[in-house]
Nanobody, 114 residues
């Protein structure tokens, strides 16, 4: 059974930075494309960034130039470095597979204040 545990969220000021981490329990983690998603208040969950097993990355337009997704295939970890944060980045952040979704983890709350 795949388990996903996100951490690193918290309160950030507009213009500030946070680094999110996701621990993935999966025997074949290294070959799976992974992604970060977020759900803002009153909004649907959306894809923020994804990374292939080989490290190719893609970002939603609002994240380009500000966020960086990375992974450690030895530690089975996925990271999201967020910089130049805005109020619109507020939400619960989740990691999951990009093409295959496992049971969602608890997520980590990110709140950006002005």
């Amino acid at each position: 059974q795949v388990q996903l545990v996100e951490s690193g969220g918290g309160l950030a000021q507009a213009g500030g930075s946070l680094r999110l981490s996701c621990a993935v329990t999966h025997k074949f983690f290294a070959i799976n494309d992974m992604a970060w998603y977020r759900q803002g208040p009153g909004k649907q969950r959306e894809l923020v960034a994804c990374i292939s097993g080989g490290g190719t990355t893609n970002y939603m337009d609002a994240a380009k130039g500000r966020f960086t997704i990375s992974r450690d295939n030895v530690k089975n970890m996925v990271y999201l470095q967020m910089t130049m944060m805005t109020l619109e980045d507020t939400g619960v952040y989740y990691c999951n597979g990009r093409a295959v979704h496992w049971d969602w983890g608890p997520g980590t709350q990110v709140t950006v204040s002005s």
